[in-house]
């Protein structure tokens, strides 16, 4: 798992917590008669492709094909919209306020929009007219499917061997 900007929060046990954007086909089982706890990608012609899996653990990468910095653990998944984001998943995110979380979020998922200096989102619709919100009202106006995430919990089981 590819944590580009984050990665030394994730070995200093800082961040606890990552959000990844929901795609489309993506859904999140939880009944273990069929699935075991994950997100699972549906295939158009049946079958599914498993993305992330309580209890499994992924490679912390700095960057794309990267060597390995350590392993984590999934210890939970749920579906969330990032503007929603508590104080104390903030500090599990590694972040300390809300608007430098939703800042990062912007930056990576909804490049539209940039960031003033007081705190302003400020995006053009229709190239014509600007938009501007108070980042602490959390975007309500931007397009819902930037902002969906699943919320993976988890926990570091290995720092690499140098």
Do not use: C
């Amino acid at each position: 798992m590819i944590f580009q900007h984050t990665w030394q929060q994730v070995l200093d046990g800082t961040k606890t917590q990552t959000r990844r954007l929901v795609k489309p086909y993506q859904t999140l089982e939880v009944d273990e008669n069929y699935y075991p706890d994950g997100v699972y990608e549906w295939k158009s012609g049946g079958g599914a492709r498993t993305v992330y899996l309580v209890g499994n653990t992924y490679a912390v990468q700095p960057g794309r094909g990267q060597r390995a910095v350590g392993r984590i653990r999934i210890t939970g998944l749920r579906r969330e919209d990032v503007r929603e984001i508590s104080d104390e998943d903030v500090k599990g995110e590694g972040f300390s306020s809300g608007d430098e979380f939703l800042k990062a979020w912007v930056s990576m998922h909804d490049k539209d929009v940039t960031i003033d200096n007081r705190n302003h989102a400020i995006w053009k619709q229709a190239k014509v007219t600007t938009y501007m919100e108070p980042l602490e009202h959390g975007l309500p106006s931007r397009p819902a499917d930037r902002y969906d995430a699943w919320v993976i919990e988890f926990e570091l089981v290995k720092e690499a061997q140098s």
